[in-house]
């Protein structure tokens, strides 16, 4: 990895969420890359610091710090030390997400809660902190990272398909509320990414039943997968685009079919 891209001069505060490992992380790193101001959470601190010693390493600079989406005083307390230690946010990028791998029936009580409060509660109210103060400076960015499964549900994830659908809808409606404030709400729907951590808690026989209901329910086209960081560059790009100009409200980053389309000529 290189030292700090000076494309885009202007320092901006980043708040990103779920950004020891995978998605969160690349994007932590792409930001620093371009010189800004990175306020990293996630449950796993040792994690936290090793990556904002690369967003430091990029160009950038680092503040990490413990947070629990699913904790409301945890929010509370990781947003105002982000903002004390790097100044008011500009951009946040909510991207802390979590699934269990069961049908709903087998799904214990605590996951469904835990699905619901990180991947939707935990969101809204980290928005709703941060919006009043974006509203009086008359700018900032709110990306929210959902899931294919928000408009593709799939079988053995009711939990985390239902509260990613959620996301998406608050997004909607936030974005409706900021209309014209010069504070944007913006999705960003993510496909299937190969380098996280996100199923390494998934027990192999049950991924492997999953996988052939979703193939079954048409959801799951093939088996090929994106990496963090091409995500990542993804989230950039639509944070970058200008506010006076028209921009994507939502975007979808999947990975290419490549050769295993029926129609498809490899030469």
Request: hydrophobic share 45%.
């Amino acid at each position: 990895m290189s030292g700090r891209d000076t494309a885009q001069p202007e320092r901006k505060v980043v708040l990103v969420t779920g950004a020891s490992a995978g998605i969160g992380a690349a994007t932590a790193r792409a930001f620093g890359k371009l010189g800004h101001a990175v306020a990293l959470g996630a449950r796993r601190e040792d994690r936290l610091r090793a990556v904002a010693a690369e967003v430091e390493a990029l160009g950038g600079v680092a503040f990490a710090a413990a947070l629990d989406v699913a904790d409301a005083e945890s929010i509370a307390a990781w947003q105002e030390a982000a903002e004390a230690a790097l100044g008011p946010a500009d951009v946040l990028v909510s991207n802390a997400g979590m699934s269990g791998l069961d049908l709903l029936p087998d799904t214990p009580v605590e996951q469904l809660e835990r699905e619901i409060a990180v991947n939707l509660v935990g969101p809204m109210l980290l928005a709703r902190r941060l919006v009043p103060g974006m509203r009086a400076r008359k700018r900032g960015d709110l990306l929210f990272v959902t899931s294919e499964n928000a408009v593709r549900p799939r079988p053995y994830q009711a939990g985390y398909s239902a509260a990613k659908a959620g996301l998406e809808a608050a997004a909607r409606v936030i974005g409706m509320e900021l209309e014209g404030t010069g504070v944007r709400s913006m999705i960003v729907r993510v496909g299937p990414t190969g380098d996280t951590e996100f199923g390494d808690a998934m027990d192999r026989a049950q991924l492997g039943r999953a996988l052939r209901s979703w193939q079954y329910w048409g959801v799951q086209r093939h088996l090929h997968w994106m990496t963090s960081d091409a995500v990542a560059a993804g989230i950039v790009r639509m944070q970058q685009s200008p506010v006076e100009e028209s921009y994507p409200r939502e975007i979808e980053i999947m990975p290419g079919g490549r050769f295993d389309a029926p129609d498809a000529d490899p030469d």
